[in-house]
């Protein structure tokens, strides 16, 4: 299984956690088998339920997607700027 965990920018000026599950997918591989897992993420993805404004809110900042087996055993990672 692959499962595709967001972490949120370190400075923020709410709390939230260090990182949540947005995908997953099953995979079937035979050994030494490699597949590529595809996943899109929406805006809401980035988002937070601020009940200030009651609304979904996104702060500006550099989020952390991670691949993982678990959410302990995390294999890569990659960058996206939301502004």
Same mark, same amino acid.
């Given at each position: 299984m692959v499962q595709?965990?967001?972490a949120p920018p370190a400075k923020q000026s709410i709390e939230r956690p260090e990182q949540e599950l947005r995908r997953f997918e099953r995979l079937e591989l035979a050994p030494g088998e490699t597949k590529t897992a595809v996943f899109t993420l929406s805006k809401k993805d980035f988002a937070y339920y601020d009940v200030n404004l009651k609304a979904w809110n996104t702060l500006p900042g550099l989020y952390e997607l991670r691949a993982a087996a678990s959410s302990r055993d995390?294999? /890569? @990672? /990659? @960058?996206?700027a939301i502004k």
């Open positions: 595709l965990y967001m995390v294999r /890569a @990672t /990659a @960058t996206i």
